[in-house]
């Protein structure tokens, strides 16, 4: 696997999040919805692409813990590209986020990123806490920015789309 970037995201999850267990690692896929709007020449416009996420460890633990299908999550992590070989000799490049930390911004605690308190609440043990604002997501990037303002695939949507249809496909194999 190619780590291209570090990237910080922001969507909501579309995909049903489970756990697996592989050879003794716990690891979890699923799909969040990026969408950005953004104003050019006047008009308000709207960037969306489909991103495949990947979490191992406590991190994938956490994730099932807290997050839900329809949370809208900021999440922080590399931007990874790998190559499948099927049996007739077709390659394929696939692409997903492996997820370093999260928060969940629908109100429920994170792991990892940010130990700010809400207001009535307590942090948890590990540096795990609520979203507060000092870890705010930065401003929408300026137009033609490429999603998360550090990714470098200038064709970084269509990638996304092919992924997610890749992602099926890659489980129903033994994938993660």
Do not use: C
Request: overall charge negative; proline content about 5%; charged content about 20%.
């Amino acid at each position: 696997m190619n780590t291209i970037n570090q990237v910080e995201i922001q969507g909501t999850i579309i995909h049903a999040v489970q756990l697996k267990q592989r050879n003794g690692y716990t690891t979890l896929s699923t799909i969040m919805e990026w969408r950005q709007s953004y104003r050019s020449q006047g008009k308000e416009k709207v960037q969306q692409a489909v991103v495949p996420l990947s979490f191992f460890g406590d991190v994938a633990t956490a994730f099932a813990q807290q997050v839900s299908t329809g949370d809208e999550v900021l999440i922080k992590g590399k931007f990874d590209s790998y190559t499948m070989t099927s049996f007739d000799g077709n390659t394929m490049n696939h692409y997903q986020v492996r997820v370093e930390s999260f928060v969940n911004l629908s109100g429920h605690p994170s792991f990892g990123m940010g130990t700010g308190q809400a207001a009535n609440s307590q942090p948890e043990v590990g540096g795990v806490g609520n979203y507060d604002d000092a870890d705010l997501p930065p401003e929408p990037p300026a137009e033609g920015a490429v999603p998360g303002g550090q990714m470098n695939d200038p064709n970084f949507e269509q990638t996304a789309k092919n992924a997610y249809r890749s992602l099926g496909d890659f489980e129903d194999q033994g994938g993660y």
